[in-house]
């Protein structure tokens, strides 16, 4: 007996301790405070279903407890047999009927929400981008608007934004718990959803597909901007020019670098479509490097230097002549003046 | 193959009849080693997965090592600890629950093993040989399709390989029950472990097929250029998806079915009442297995398929809650009114029922397409699929074997030992994957290499990790237990629970070889209970002593299997240089020569005779 | 169980294929197999479905098939399903030469059956340069068709290596089931066939 | 000797039983053969697609019929549980096909 008693609560500690976890998680990264249309939507749901499942819950160990309180062999029962009962057909109809009732509860807000997300009538008249997901980063290309960036993706607050989803190479999986669910990136199709952001901010996105050795590292961030300032950004983002003159030396010698090395081979600045990189434009507002690392010249450095130790598998590694920690210096300079826009992550941040 | 040999036989005696047996138990138990074996090899990839896990972006191993510790330990506890224990306990079990003397097809049970043992091999020797695969368990393509090396190739070949030998013994219990029952042993007096062994026989049946030609498919476009996959040349990467699940969701109940039947068995047993809802168990049971088979697109609900099929799959997949319900209510009805005594294997059995319904829960939650869009492929996934899977599945294994260890190998396990394993591993498991679900929703995919400081993780995944210690020290006492008992522990009488109930308890610990000197009459559900209830100590004869007939022991399983192996081989390397296709045909010559060696030298057995039958001790 | 499996079968009305609990359990494995068989073609034949049209600049179904021959090879298939009922009805009946010759006739048809096969496949590869590799579409009618001819061959050797073996025995109750699921494991081949005409075939050509 | 008489009584009803049953399945084959042409007429006779599919799909269903239940005796006793599996089959067989030929392609 006691045991049992201990087993629970050993149990009931556990749930407690992990509900007081679940309580700080991190803020814009969590599932279990939305702030966007798919979230919210996926939250209704989720508490309902814990509502149900509690209650069943407690129904079973209900039952178990008394059971195992009230039938256990008692001294001197060694040779008590009890009654064989074959069953009930009362009690067998009861226990088919509540899950049936109980499943319906679920099926019909889960089959309306299913609906209401997959609609995209509303698609024309919003802003449409194409994501691309590439091992390891994440592309984006405002449809109609000659914009091109990478891993931040910006977008105005209480609007639909209706995002065309694809992948490059294998398949990645689209998700920023704060704001909505995920949707796969295949190769071979396009994908369509909308997020809705209800608070400005910058929003943790993760890839959620495995998708090779960095698939942990693929994250990406959804900055999200009133729609003032998004529309200012749009403005500086058409309006990028490519050639502009780097404002120092060490810049302008990073530049130089930059070009010689061919690193426009593979990575665009302005709305140039090569996308076989990250698109570089407005770099200096980037929320992080790779991806992962604090935005400084130091970690711009040391992922020049070597992104394989960063990004084990990246597309980089060993497609440039390798940099002097000079060179590289150089060219991070140059990178971290590239700044394109008004609109930045802080802007989300007020 | 004499009876009453006891005199001690030779090492290479003892290793000949291993290799050549086709004896029902002895494979039981052949399954059951070999898979304990993989259990560990799994069990120390949890581990490793668990130390990188401890801390936030911690270096313990290499990102490509993390994909391969997932994916041999995903595979290896499904295909080759989970799924062998409960075939080798099928195995040892039903043809005794049924009053049977062995299986349909002793000779193909024995190909059976060997077929999944050597495939085990085979995709444990990847580690070897430049690597092991590495696109997760579930190898989605093109992943799957474009990972360098020759890992996801020994995946294919190795699970190619078992898989076959998975469906040969499908079919072979499927046969062994419609038509070896014995006198009286009609269908609804079948035990409920028979029934599920029956019913995961069947999904074993239809699901592999779908995964033999997803691999097909896979091994082709690896290893010879086709383009199912390859969207260049119009492939379509989602086909392996659905073949992957149309298997893959059956593959869940293949492992739980047969657990829901030893708790079936077990319940009664310790509660000494017969299991209350006997029809409407076999009929849950059907349903699951009928409903299971078309809900595999709840793995797939960000792919993409539209809102259509999300919502059928859906409410498809939560329907199946309905069945399972209707059995945990009859487990608790048998129970009540019972009078409970709580050895190791109760214990096993009481800890399933919260612990799976929490899993099935947290399953039906999946379910709700709309919060799957969040949970997919995050820890909440992990989260879920541990507790049903060893909340349900390897909770049933253990209590099973705690259970039938007499029966399979003659002695009680000691229990003080089990009793104590259980409450660590118990512990353990609860602390481990409780928390993942929390993981999860706080923004923890899956298939991390290392999570991110400062994002809320660190906690919850050292708990886990904890936990999976005190899982391994769970384990390891049970294993201690096992070696104490074999060496010190005491010979089982044929019933040492004393309230035995199906045949298996009326036959000696271990039975003879023949299983059953004469068929025994069977009079009812629950055939020894009666029995026992009318004063019979022991069944009455459906027969009187006669010749019993006998198959023989052939080592032709093992060299078709070595051949195949060979073969396998071959495809993987003839990649890097034609001239391995030797191997293959080297490989196929063994294979097909053994098996015309098969068809055309007549096996008819032999008889133990009367005489010899009557010496024998009862 | 059956003690003596030389068993007259003169004296027996019973279906010589099931009249020992050997015979009965090998009957219904290979139904039972045929039942997982029926979901591994259904696989391939869905894979087939959603590849059909994926050319990738390829010949496409309409450009490739001829009905002529693929009709000759239905007949061909259709025929041999008959003669083995045939071989069957003399097995029943006891007449082992009888049955022999019927089997040897299906095992001919199959063999006809089978270098259609190879014509065909031959002549898309050297002609259209179609091969496996072609395409997706390629890829998914090689596998399907191929592992319907992989299915045949595999029963020719299986019944060819069961009329030597058991040329010079005769009928017994030991043999009888094994030319009984051979039969049915043919017809099942049939079934297959049935339907790659049909949608692999004909649909390919209706445009 | 009366055992005799009996079993070759029960034979000769056996094999007449036998010859009736071949005489069947003659007409099926018959039968069979002439589905065949009809569907390789049909699209021969390159008729609208809309009727020439379902309709060779269906002759192609109803010929496999007469395969499982004549030729391969699933209609005769002894073969219950056979059916049910064979039918289960066709069911996943089924559910696999409309899967792929629908939502494999968005
Ligand atoms: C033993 C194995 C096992 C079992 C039994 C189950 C049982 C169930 N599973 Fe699970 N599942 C897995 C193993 C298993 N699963 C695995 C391995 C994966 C992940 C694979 C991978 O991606 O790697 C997975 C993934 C998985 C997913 C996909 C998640 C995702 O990737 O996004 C879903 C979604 O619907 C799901 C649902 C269910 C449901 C509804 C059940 C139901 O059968 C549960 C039914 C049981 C109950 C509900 C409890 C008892 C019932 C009552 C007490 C009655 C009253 C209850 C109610 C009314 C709710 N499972
Ligand atoms: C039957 C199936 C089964 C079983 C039993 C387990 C058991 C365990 N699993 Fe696993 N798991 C899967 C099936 C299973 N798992 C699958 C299918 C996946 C998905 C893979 C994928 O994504 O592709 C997965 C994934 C998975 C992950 C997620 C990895 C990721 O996504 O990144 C984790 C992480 O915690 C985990 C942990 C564990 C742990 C701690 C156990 C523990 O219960 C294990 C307990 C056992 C032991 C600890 C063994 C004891 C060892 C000894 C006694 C040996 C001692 C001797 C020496 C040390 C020499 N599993
Ligand atoms: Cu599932």
Redesign the interface.
């Known amino acids: 007996m006691s045991r049992w008693m201990g087993k629970l609560k050993v149990f009931v500690l556990l749930s407690f301790a992990a509900l007081v976890l679940s309580a700080c998680g991190k803020e814009n990264l969590t599932a279990l405070d939305p702030k966007g249309y798919g979230a919210q939507d996926a939250m209704n749901i989720m508490v309902l279903s814990i509502i149900v499942m509690v209650s069943v819950f407690i129904i079973v160990m209900l039952i178990y407890t008394i059971v195992l309180i009230r039938f256990r062999q008692k001294k001197g029962q060694e040779d008590y047999i009890p009654k064989q009962v074959e069953g009930n057909h009362t009690l067998e109809i009861v226990w088919t009927a509540i899950p049936i009732l109980l499943v319906l509860v679920l099926a019909v807000p889960t089959v309306i929400s299913v609906f209401d997300l997959a609609d995209t009538t509303e698609a024309s008249s919003s802003v449409n981008v194409e994501v691309t997901g590439n091992q390891y980063w994440w592309h984006f290309n405002y449809e109609g608007e000659e914009i091109q960036t990478s891993q931040d993706l910006y977008i105005p607050v209480n609007q639909k934004v209706y995002l065309d989803i694809q992948s490059s190479d294998v398949i990645h999986s689209f998700w920023v718990p704060t704001i909505s669910g995920k949707i796969d990136a295949n190769p071979e199709?396009v994908?369509t959803m909308f997020i809705e952001a209800y608070e400005e901010g910058v929003y943790w996105g993760k890839c959620a597909e495995l998708c090779g050795p960095s698939h942990s590292l693929m994250d990406f961030k959804v900055v999200v901007v009133s729609q003032e300032e998004f529309d200012a950004w749009v403005e500086d983002m058409k309006n990028v020019d490519a050639e502009e003159v780097p404002q120092d030396a060490v810049a302008q010698e990073g530049k130089e670098l930059f070009e010689a090395n061919n690193c426009m081979a593979c990575h665009a600045i302005g709305s140039s479509p090569v996308a076989t990189g990250p698109n570089l434009t407005n770099y200096a507002n980037r929320t992080s490097i790779a991806g992962i690392l604090e935005p400084s010249k130091e970690n711009m450095v040391e992922w020049l230097m070597d992104p394989e130790s960063i990004k084990p598998g990246n597309k980089m590694t060993g497609n440039y002549p390798s940099l002097s920690e000079d060179e590289a210096s150089s060219i991070a300079e140059y990178l971290m003046q590239l700044d394109h826009s008004e609109t930045t992550p802080d802007s989300a941040g007020n | 193959m004499s009876l009453a040999s006891t005199q001690k036989k030779s090492f290479g005696a003892v290793l000949w009849d291993y290799l050549t047996t086709v004896d029902h138990k002895k494979l039981g138990n052949m399954y059951i080693v070999a898979g304990a074996f993989f259990f560990i090899l799994g069990g120390i990839e949890a581990l490793v997965i668990r130390i990188q896990l401890m801390k936030p972006e911690n270096d313990f191993i290499s990102a490509g090592l993390y994909n391969e510790m997932i994916t041999m330990h995903g595979t290896t506890m499904i295909f080759f600890a989970a799924m062998p224990i409960l075939l080798g306990l099928m195995n040892a079990i039903m043809p005794l629950q049924i009053g049977a003397r062995d299986v349909a097809f002793p000779f193909l049970n024995s190909l059976g093993f060997w077929l999944f043992l050597f495939g085990g091999i085979m995709l444990n020797l990847s580690w070897f040989l430049g690597g092991a695969p590495d696109a997760g368990w579930t190898a989605y393509t093109p992943l799957s399709t474009q990972s360098p090396g020759h890992g996801v190739d020994f995946y294919v070949m190795g699970l190619q390989l078992s898989g076959a030998g998975t469906l040969i013994g499908g079919i072979n219990f499927?046969v062994t029950i419609?038509t070896m029952r014995g006198p009286g042993m009609t269908y609804m007096r079948m035990p409920l472990f028979t029934w599920t062994t029956f019913i995961a026989s069947?999904l074993i049946?239809?699901a592999f097929p779908?995964l033999t030609v997803g691999l097909f498919l896979l091994m082709f476009d690896r290893m010879f250029g086709s383009a199912f996959f390859d969207v260049a040349l119009g492939g379509?990467s989602?086909?392996w998806q659905?073949l992957f699940w149309?298997f893959g969701h059956p593959e869940v109940y293949i492992l739980i079915l047969p657990a829901f039947g030893i708790f079936s068995e077990i319940f009664p047993v310790f509660s000494k009442k017969r299991l209350f809802g006997y029809s409407s168990m076999v009929f849950a049971t059907f349903m699951i297995a009928f409903l299971g088979?078309?809900v595999w697109?709840h793995h797939m609900l960000t792919v993409?398929?539209?809102p259509v099929?999300n919502s059928i799959f859906a409410v498809a997949t939560m329907a199946i809650a309905v069945p399972t319900g209707i059995k945990i209510f009859n487990w608790l009805a048998t129970m009540w009114g019972g009078s409970i005594r709580i050895n190791s294997a109760m214990l096993w059995s009481l800890a399933f029922i919260p612990s799976f319904t929490i899993g099935g829960m947290t399953g039906v939650m999946l379910a709700t397409a709309t919060a799957d869009y969040q949970y997919h492929d995050t820890y909440f996934v992990i989260g879920h699929f541990h507790y049903v899977i060893v909340g349900g599945t390897l909770f049933g294994i253990l209590a099973g074997l705690h259970y039938w260890w007499p029966k399979l190998f003659g002695k009680v396990l000691h229990e003080g030992m089990g009793k104590i394993a259980f409450w660590i591993f118990f512990i353990g498991f609860h602390l481990t994957f409780f928390v993942q679900h929390f993981l999860g929703l706080m923004g923890m995919p899956r298939r991390y290499w290392v999570f991110l400081e400062n994002q809320g993780l660190d906690t919850g995944n050292l708990v886990s990790t904890i936990g999976a210690f005190l899982m391994t020290i769970g384990t390891i006492i049970f294993i201690i237990n096992i070696v104490y008992t074999s060496i010190k522990g005491e010979k089982a009488s044929a019933d040492p629970w004393g309230t035995g109930r199906t045949l298996e308890w009326a036959v000696s610990s271990p039975p003879p070889e023949y299983n059953f000197k004469k068929l025994p009459l069977v009079r009812g559900l629950d055939a020894y209970w009666i029995e026992k209830m009318d004063g019979n100590d022991k069944m009455t004869p459906a027969e009187p002593l006669v010749d019993i007939h006998m198959p023989n022991g052939s080592i032709l399983p093992v060299t078709m299997t070595i051949g195949f192996f060979i073969a396998s081989f071959g495809f993987i390397y003839q990649v890097d240089n034609k001239s391995w296709l030797a191997l293959v045909f080297i490989g196929f010559a063994i294979a097909l020569g053994s098996m015309l060696i098969r068809s055309l030298k007549d096996d008819h057995g032999y008889h133990i005779h009367k005489e010899d039958l009557e010496r024998e001790a009862d | 169980m059956s003690q003596d499996h030389s068993l007259n079968l003169k004296?027996?009305?019973e279906d010589p294929a099931?009249a020992t609990m050997e015979g009965k359990n090998k009957f219904?494995g290979l139904?039972?197999f045929?039942?997982?068989?029926?979901?591994l073609?259904?696989?391939f034949?869905?894979?087939y479905?959603?590849l059909r049209e994926s050319t990738a600049g390829g010949p496409t179904s309409q450009e490739l098939f001829g009905?002529e021959l693929?009709?000759i090879m239905?007949?061909l298939l259709?025929?041999s399903?008959?003669t083995s009922?045939?071989a069957i009805?003399h097995m029943?009946?006891n007449n082992f030469k009888k049955m022999q010759l019927w089997f040897g006739i299906t095992a001919l048809l199959g063999i006809a059956f089978l270098a259609c096969e190879i014509y065909e496949f031959a002549h898309y590869i050297i002609e259209y340069e179609f091969t496996f590799r072609s395409s997706a579409f390629g890829s998914a009618f090689y596998t399907l068709v191929g592992f319907h001819g992989g299915h045949v061959v595999f029963g020719l050797s299986w019944l060819i290596s069961l009329m030597v073996r058991n040329a010079k025995r005769g009928l017994s109750l030991y043999n009888a089931p094994k030319y009984n699921t051979f039969a049915?494991y043919w017809?099942?081949i049939?079934?297959v066939w049935?339907?790659i005409?049909?949608?692999v075939y004909?649909?390919g050509?209706?445009? | 000797m009366t055992d005799?008489t009996n079993?070759n009584k029960?034979?000769s009803y056996?094999?007449t039983r036998?010859k009736e049953?071949?005489k069947h399945?003659?007409i099926t084959?018959v039968l069979?053969?002439a589905f065949?042409l009809i569907?390789?007429l049909v699209?021969?006779a390159?008729l609208s697609?809309t009727f020439?599919?379902p309709f060779?799909?269906l002759?192609?269903v109803v010929?496999?019929g007469f395969?499982?239940y004549y030729?391969?005796h699933m209609k005769d006793k002894?073969h219950e549980?056979?059916s049910s599996?064979?039918f289960?089959?066709?069911?996943?067989?089924?559910?696999?096909?409309l899967?792929?030929?629908?939502?494999?392609?968005?």
């Open positions: 199709n994908n | 499927l419609v069947i049946l239809f779908a379509n989602i086909i659905h149309i088979f078309m697109a993409g398929l539209g099929a | 004296n027996s009305h099931k219904l139904w039972f045929l039942g997982g068989e029926t979901v073609f259904a696989s034949f869905a894979t479905l959603s009905l693929v009709f239905t007949v259709l025929t399903s008959l009922v045939y009805y029943k009946n049915i017809h099942f049939d079934v049935v339907f005409f049909t949608v004909l649909m050509m209706v445009s | 005799n079993i029960i034979n056996e094999n036998r049953e071949m399945q003659v084959f069979m053969i065949t569907a390789f699209v021969a390159e697609r020439v599919i060779i799909l002759l192609a010929q496999v395969q499982f030729f391969m002894g549980i056979i599996l064979i289960g089959g066709i069911w996943i067989a089924a559910v696999t096909v899967t792929f030929t629908t939502i494999i392609w968005w």
